[in-house]
């Protein structure tokens, strides 16, 4: 069946350095990927969307790649914060409708 | 892109009893989806809301026990009927982007029923 894995340990990096999450897909070629962030409590919060023929997508200081071969998406977060730290979690469409198929979520601690 | 406000944000429930969960969009939407989030697991659809006609659900979810009600492209209910612990979850709402393919969500409704 259609699936989304992100790396279900926590992510502990320092303040200042690049922060990489993984995301791996299996069973199907998504159209896109999407990247969410959520914060305790609160619902996803949309970060960005790539294609599956886009290499990169950049925004601000967040950046995405889609390697078709490999099955992955990774998400990029360079000169990282304190205020970067949550949950971040990846999602594609399952075929032609605008369902999501979502990962678990990989948590991002950025220690000051 | 769209706001939700979503009510009640938290709610604790006797088992056999039914919730409401409200969302209020601050823009006109063709579609809303209602998903649930368990500990441990990914967002789970649940059905997706159109205005003016049956909400579609996802396999494993039936009307009697969720069901969603869409009187305006603004507005939405989602009911969780004779629950039980097995339903506790954070439950939220969502709608496309206007702009793209991405989706805005409401804040969420964590439900314990005890």
């Given at each position: 069946?259609?699936?989304?894995e992100q790396?279900s340990?926590?992510?502990?990096?320092?303040?200042?350095?690049?922060?990489?999450?993984?995301?791996?897909?299996?069973?199907?070629?998504?159209?896109?990927?999407?990247?969410?962030?959520?914060?305790?409590?609160?619902?996803?919060?949309?970060?960005?969307?790539?294609?599956?023929?886009?290499?990169?997508?950049?925004?601000?200081?967040?950046?995405?790649?889609?390697?078709?071969?490999?099955?992955?998406?990774?998400?990029?977060?360079?000169?990282?914060?304190?205020?970067?730290?949550?949950?971040?979690?990846?999602?594609?469409?399952?075929?032609?409708?605008?369902?999501?198929?979502w990962g678990l979520g990989?948590?991002?601690?950025?220690?000051? | 892109?769209?706001?939700?406000?979503?009510?009640?944000?938290?709610?604790?429930?006797?088992?056999?009893?039914?919730?409401?969960?409200?969302?209020?969009?601050?823009?006109?939407?063709?579609?809303?989806?209602?998903?649930?989030?368990?500990?441990g697991q990914s967002?789970?659809?649940?059905?997706?809301?159109?205005?003016?006609?049956?909400?579609?659900?996802?396999?494993?979810?039936?009307?009697?026990?969720?069901?969603?009600?869409?009187?305006?492209?603004?507005?939405?209910?989602?009911?969780?009927?004779?629950?039980?612990?097995?339903?506790?979850?954070?439950?939220?709402?969502?709608?496309?982007?206007?702009?793209?393919?991405?989706?805005?969500?409401?804040?969420?409704?964590?439900?314990?029923?005890?």
């Amino acid at each position: 069946s259609q699936k989304i894995e992100q790396n279900s340990e926590a992510l502990n990096i320092q303040e200042g350095k690049t922060a990489t999450l993984t995301c791996n897909y299996t069973n199907y070629s998504p159209a896109y990927l999407q990247w969410y962030r959520q914060d305790p409590g609160r619902g996803p919060v949309f970060l960005l969307l790539i294609r599956e023929n886009e290499k990169e997508k950049r925004k601000e200081r967040l950046k995405v790649t889609f390697d078709t071969t490999l099955k992955q998406s990774l998400f990029h977060i360079t000169a990282s914060q304190p205020a970067d730290s949550a949950t971040y979690l990846c999602a594609s469409n399952a075929g032609n409708n605008r369902k999501l198929i979502w990962g678990l979520g990989t948590s991002l601690a950025v220690n000051p | 892109s769209a706001v939700i406000s979503q009510k009640p944000s938290r709610d604790i429930c006797q088992r056999g009893t039914s919730l409401t969960i409200q969302c209020q969009v601050d823009s006109q939407v063709t579609m809303m989806f209602w998903y649930r989030q368990q500990p441990g697991q990914s967002l789970t659809l649940i059905a997706t809301a159109n205005q003016g006609s049956e909400a579609t659900y996802e396999s494993g979810f039936v009307i009697d026990k969720f069901p969603i009600s869409r009187p305006n492209l603004t507005f939405s209910t989602l009911t969780v009927s004779n629950m039980s612990p097995e339903d506790s979850s954070i439950y939220l709402c969502s709608v496309p982007l206007i702009e793209g393919y991405g989706y805005t969500f409401g804040s969420g409704t964590r439900l314990t029923v005890v």
